[in-house]
């Protein structure tokens, strides 16, 4: 189960899909432990220390310095890890919108982070981005 690679098949069948919540990116020392409860949903280890995603409510509760208020876009189709292009195109749309995002990919999906203020908008972006493809 590779997922998709064919560019104008991701774009046009992808389903970007909204999330409840909001995620911050916090940072840990390198050798500091992971705080109980915190629940990442993304753990990324650096020679400077660790980046967690978690829930906004969580870093708090943790009293945790967190920076960037999300929310999640999931990108509702399989695509590979070797995809070209895929996450370059949909980027560069929402940065025409003067959005920034931060990508990341796990083995079934792109999930992008966008502005939590801005989620609705980054939404309806990427709604159209696959309905002109399919065009």
């Known amino acids: 189960m590779a997922g998709e690679t064919d ?15 909001v995620h911050v990116f916090v940072t ?3 050798d500091a432990p992971v705080p109980e409860n915190l629940e990442p949903v993304m753990l990324f280890r650096e020679r ?3 980046t967690l995603i978690v829930p906004e409510d969580r870093a708090r509760a943790a009293g945790l310095e967190a ?7 999931t990108l509702n189709i399989h695509s590979s890890l070797e995809a070209v292009g895929f996450l370059a195109a949909i980027t560069t ?11 990341v990919s796990a083995f079934y999906h792109d999930h992008l982070f966008v502005p939590a203020d801005r989620a609705e908008e980054a939404l309806a972006i990427l709604e159209r981005l696959a309905e002109e493809t399919r065009r």
């Open 7 to 21: 560019l104008k098949k991701l774009l046009g069948a992808m389903e970007p899909e909204l999330l409840a919540g």
């Open 93 to 103: 749309r929402l940065a025409a919108a003067g959005m920034g995002v931060n990508p």
């Open 28 to 30: 840990l020392p390198a």
């Open 48 to 50: 400077e220390g660790t």
């Open 67 to 73: 920076v960037f208020r999300g929310r999640i876009v």
